[in-house]
């Protein structure tokens, strides 16, 4: 009897326990790390289902408070309960809440706009067919004067005119051209006085295209488009707007394309910016990391008082990313490849003071030592003993940070820093997704041509 | 002549390295110092150019007091000073002439020697130093393209380019292997032999022995034997060493 109590006792006592406060039990026998482990754990799995309020989760918390019981109980027996039943209930819970915050959808994945997207993409638009354009225009006014000139022009062999001499909005124009390419497809398109062009398709929406005849005439009506004096400052006064007739035809040969002009300007730009960048962070770089070199500046305690300003502030630097830096720039000297240099630059002082500061800090002190001993002086020792041991490296480390600073300078351009990147995001504006595509190509030539280029310089130079 | 004067050093870290250390060196002689790693061997050679600045103590050398010398007199002594390292002290990057060349910097103009032009003159002469110590043709190679030996030999050529009176060996062949020990202490003893005084930190008792014209010897940076190296016995050997000490014969290794 006195045996059987004297073991119910416990038992009893460390379930009511932990029934209570989960751990206590536990805890009250001793085993106190998994007391207070349990404890913590159950109320970190708690908060979060509280937090997070959906009811579903809060079986995680009372199956561990339930695990917790039947371990306490266990425990008083002398047998401890596998801690992976609680691990796994809390795991649960944390995963689960995890892919919900995170929204995971895979019905969201939409294949049919993935394709439109990838599509185009599989042409990047670089080069194309070069070919030759054979464009001609005729003045009609709009709207009408009381004495309109005629609506007629002819050059080069060909005649253009358009019946009557001028229109309102919205009224019908017969256009006529004569001397055009035969049998060739011809865009006909409005232009207003200060450039640009309107279509006069179906709905003013596409582009009106006929073909000539084999004399290489063709005739037709339009309409003057109903947003051609949206521009003009007085729509009574009469202006001279234009009818222009296109035909292309291929000339052999490829060409590069518009955009693959703006790709190879963004690249140099993007280069460029690195390397301006670089150059500018090199100068102000070089004189801070003798500052920051512990072995120069823990001589006297102000000069270790500057060495431990001058790292921290590299270090604030260089904690900041130079996107970041650059958003702040383009506020600053606004948006171009300027305010991208500056920030490249800004974070490349930080981050060639701290590795240049690196190289002075290994530097052997024992040719200085032997410089010194042949009677040079101050400025000799440096130049003959610590400047060729500082060299190679300060150039390795500045290559490789031009390396870096080209990457970099890529994705500083989606913020408005200029160069490739800024194009790269004005043609996923406009949904060119071929431009976007010449785009990827442009940087990863880049990146992987000049990831090379520094590896090899570098390899020479350690 | 060279006099050491109650010679001590303190290093800022609370480190004695010498103690109250005097003696004298005359002209032509071969000077070895001999003591455990610690006894303050480097110490002192390096207060005697004043790469180490002594604590307390007087270096006279032909009566000029080295450890009072202003820095631009100081300069004119040291240039007069070769001096060769354990590590050789080479900048590895460097060619083997530049090396060998910077040991002129006391010499030259200050100017065109920061601008790395030379004169014909002591171009010449870095090659004759290369051709004595017999790597002429090693002249245009990086440093570190060499071996060991070999650069402890351009070590030797920047001390000859210094014109020097006085060569301070620090352990001079403790990185090298025997054989290449005797080539390395074989041309010190034929400089010494032209005139040159040298001082010379040794490790090996056989090597001492051979080329010692005299011995010091530290313990503890205190100076605890001087005079002629046969009076260096195994009772002696010990003393300076402590018990625990095998002799090791570089010529048996």
Redesign the interface.
């Known amino acids: 009897m006195s045996n059987e109590t004297a073991t119910r006792r416990p038992v009893v006592r460390s379930g009511v326990a932990s029934f209570f406060v989960p751990g206590l039990g536990q805890f009250l026998l001793g085993e106190r790390y998994r007391g207070v482990g349990i404890l913590l754990g159950f109320l970190v799995i708690l908060a979060t289902v509280i937090w997070y309020g959906k009811p579903l989760w809060y079986a995680s918390p009372i199956l561990i408070w339930l695990w917790n019981v039947w371990d306490a109980i266990s425990l008083a027996g002398g047998r401890a309960r596998s801690i992976l039943l609680p691990l796994f209930f809390g795991l649960a819970a944390a995963y689960g809440i995890g892919w919900q915050v995170v929204e995971i959808d895979f019905s969201k994945a939409n294949m049919d706009r993935a394709l439109a997207i990838l599509r185009p993409m599989t042409r990047p638009d670089f080069i194309q067919p070069r070919r030759e354009v054979n464009q001609m225009w005729v003045p009609v006014q709009v709207p009408c004067s009381s004495q309109p000139p005629a609506a007629r022009r002819e050059d080069a062999g060909r005649v253009a005119t358009v019946i009557p001499d001028c229109g309102g909005v919205g009224e019908t124009l017969i256009v006529n051209v004569t001397g055009m390419w035969a049998n060739a497809e011809t865009s006909i398109f409005w232009q207003n006085p200060i450039g640009n062009p309107l279509m006069l398709g179906e709905g003013e929406i596409s582009m009106l295209t006929l073909t000539t005849d084999e004399n290489g005439s063709l005739t037709t009506t339009i309409r003057v488009p109903s947003t051609a004096l949206v521009a003009a400052p007085d729509p009574t006064l009469p202006q001279f707007h234009r009818v222009y007739f296109e035909q292309y035809r291929p000339a052999g040969g490829y060409e590069l394309s518009f955009i693959g002009g703006e790709v190879l300007k963004g690249a140099l730009a993007t280069i460029s910016m690195a390397l301006m960048a670089t150059g500018l962070a090199m100068l102000f770089a070089v004189p801070l990391s003798f500052l920051a070199a512990r072995n120069l500046m823990s001589g006297n305690p102000v000069t270790y008082a500057v060495y431990v300003i001058v790292r921290t502030l590299l270090n604030i630097l260089r904690s900041i990313e130079s996107l970041i830096i650059a958003i702040i720039f383009v506020v600053i000297v606004g948006l171009g490849p300027f305010a991208g240099m500056l920030a490249l630059a800004l974070h490349s002082v930080a981050a060639l003071g701290k590795l240049y500061s690196e190289v002075i800090e290994g530097i052997?002190p024992?040719?200085i030592?032997?410089?010194?001993?042949?009677?040079?002086?101050w400025?000799?020792v440096v130049?003959?003993?610590v400047i060729?041991?500082i060299i190679?490296p300060f150039t390795a480390f500045t290559i490789y940070r031009w390396d870096i600073n080209v990457r970099s300078a890529t994705v500083i351009g989606l913020v408005g820093g200029g160069g490739i990147g800024f194009l790269l995001i004005e043609l996923i504006r406009v949904n060119n997704m071929r431009g976007v595509s010449a785009v990827f190509i442009a940087i990863a030539v880049i990146v992987i041509v000049l990831d090379y280029v520094s590896a090899k310089l570098r390899e020479r130079l350690v | 002549m060279l006099k050491i004067q109650n010679l001590s050093k303190t290093y800022p870290n609370g480190t004695q390295a010498l103690k109250n250390v005097s003696f004298d060196v005359k002209d032509g002689e071969f000077l070895v110092v001999i003591g455990l790693s610690g006894s303050g061997k480097s110490t002192l050679l390096r207060c005697i150019n004043r790469l180490i600045e002594p604590t307390e103590g007087k270096i006279f050398w032909d009566d000029v007091d080295i450890t009072a010398a202003p820095p631009a007199e100081l300069r004119r002594i040291r240039r007069k000073i070769g001096m060769v390292f354990q590590q050789f002290n080479l900048v590895k990057r460097s060619s083997v002439m530049t090396n060998v060349l910077s040991g002129r910097l006391g010499y030259v103009n200050p100017w065109t020697s920061l601008l790395g032009i030379w004169a014909q003159e002591d171009k010449q002469r870095a090659l004759q130093a290369l051709d004595r110590v017999g790597i002429a043709d090693k002249a245009y190679s990086r440093a570190d393209a060499l071996s060991g030996g070999q650069q402890q030999r351009v070590g030797i050529a920047r001390a000859l380019m210094q014109d020097p009176k006085l060569i301070l060996a620090d352990e001079p062949v403790a990185s090298l292997d025997p054989v290449l020990s005797h080539s390395i202490l074989q041309y010190l003893e034929g400089l010494n032999k032209e005139g040159i005084t040298v001082i010379c930190s040794l490790h090996f008792l056989d090597l001492v022995h051979r080329y010692a014209t005299r011995v010091v010897a530290l313990k503890d940076g205190v100076k605890v034997f001087e005079g002629s190296a046969k009076e260096i016995d195994r009772a002696k050997f010990k003393e300076i060493y402590g018990e625990e000490a095998q002799e090791v014969r570089a010529a048996s290794l």
């Open positions: 052997d024992g040719p030592e032997a410089i010194r001993a042949t009677g040079a002086n400025l000799q130049r003959y003993a060729p041991q190679p």
